[in-house]
């Protein structure tokens, strides 16, 4: 860091002083325009030690002053603190060790830097670290939910994963309880990254007249298609549904009606069917398939809380739909109390319990199959869901079929989190299975996203 002399404006001249406030004058009055680099990180909090706040833009760039200390955050989650150096450049190796450094990092230090990156590179909002890492605003205000900040830096993997069910499914989105990139990729990614920075700039970019590095940000849905070629997953979470930003439907049809209760049920089915295998499986085999814990606890409670809004919405009862067919009350669609304390594996709707039986049954033969019915379930809700979402549009129900959509996307999620789980267990085609007529069609590939 440069040390400034402080000149007395009296005994130079003002074109003296414009010289010496274009070269980095030390006056307190001065802004300069500072990077934060992991890729150019779009979306942190910032607030300097002389009180300037903002939020980092496309170019990871903010606003300090001289000798400025410059905080990070994402909500209530602080990344930590540090003065940018002589280029106005702050990473997130000099927030963990709360200075710019190129020392060598101690151990404790190092993973600390590792869970930073790993937790910013999953948080990018079209998962291309290539283009810049955009952090959704959504995700911000989830985390300014906690009730206290939280130092990331405090925290480790599993306390982060488990810190938010929002930022959790954002950064563990095939729910296996791990941040979704990995130790290696993320610091490869970071000294890139910081390398390709360094040779673009020179310490007299740093000054109010900065363009950046000129790197935009790309758009992309981030949906991968096909039978092991990616598992791209929409971010859309039920945190992203509010019914009471959509209209009263003045009519729903008796179709909708039905659809909603049944839609009810099938979550809870879901919700069953993955508590019930994971307990199985750590019980008899000592086996814990996580992905049945978070999707079930992360996604499906939620779920089921969409549908149950919606029913309350419209005062839907058992009389005004088809009883033969699903149920209200007796299917505790209108019930308050959380799913955990509703009664499990058990339905009046024949359909249903078929179902739930013949799903147990296999899923409890072993891993593979276990894993194999998430895939049927998530299928037979999409497959569901795409039906009923039809039938919302023709009934102009905007409330519904924003709360169907989530649903549906949080089944393509919950698909693409059991293929990778299956893949990595070395079933190559995860949960394409030939031969199935559920898990798949006749173009080879299920499911595709293209709503």
Known sequence: MKVYTKVSLG???????????????????????????????????????????????????????????????????????STP????????????????????????????????LQTLQSLDSDDNTSNGITIDSSVAS????????????????????????????????????????NATEALSHFQDSVETWEQEH???????NTKGNGKGRGQGNGQGQGNGQGNGHNQTSSSSFDINNYPVTAQLSDELKNALAYMGNEERLAY???????????????????QFYNIATR???????????????????????????TTIEDNNLSSTLPQEELPSGVYDIESIQTLYNSLIDLGVQGQ???????????????????????????????????????????????????????????????CYYEGDALLTNKDGVYPQNSH
């Not at 934060?36 to 910032?46: P, Q, R």
Request: charged share 20%; aromatic share 6%.
């Open 299 to 325: 996604s499906e409670t939620q779920h089921i809380g969409i549908v149950r809004d919606i029913v309350a919405r419209y005062a839907i009862t058992s009389d005004q739909i088809d009883v033969n067919q």
């Open 368 to 430: 593979e199959e276990a894993l194999k019915v998430g895939c049927m379930v998530e299928v037979t809700d999409i497959n569901d869901l795409d039906e009923y979402l039809q039938m919302g549009e023709d009934d102009n129900a905007t409330d519904i079929v924003a709360g169907f959509e989530v649903l549906r996307d949080g089944s393509y999620n919950h698909y693409w989190a059991f293929d990778s789980a299956l893949k990595n267990m070395g079933v190559s085609n995860g």
């Open 142 to 181: 989830a985390l300014n939910d906690l009730n206290t900040t939280q130092n990331l830096q405090d925290l480790n993997e599993s306390e982060i994963v488990n810190l938010n069910n929002n930022l959790a499914n954002v950064i563990d989105k095939d729910y296996n309880g791990a941040i979704d990139v």
């Open 202 to 208: 020179t310490a007299t970019t740093n000054n109010e």
């Open 272 to 290: 069953d069917v993955y508590m019930n295998l994971y307990s199985y499986h750590i019980e008899n085999n000592n086996n814990e398939i996580q």
């Open 11 to 81: 005994v130079i001249s003002l074109a003296a002083s414009a010289l010496l406030v274009g070269c980095g004058s030390s006056d307190s009055t001065t802004t300069s325009t500072g990077y934060f680099i992991d890729s150019a990180v779009e979306g942190l909090t910032y607030t300097t030690s002389s009180g300037l706040t903002g939020t980092t833009d496309a170019q990871g760039r903010f606003k300090y002053k001289p000798h400025d200390s410059v905080s990070f955050e994402i909500g209530k989650l602080s990344l930590g603190a």
């Open 85 to 116: 150096d002589d280029k106005g450049l702050v990473t997130p190796k000099y927030l963990v060790v709360g200075e710019p450094t190129q020392a060598v990092l101690t151990q404790d230090q190092e993973e600390n830097l590792t869970l930073v």
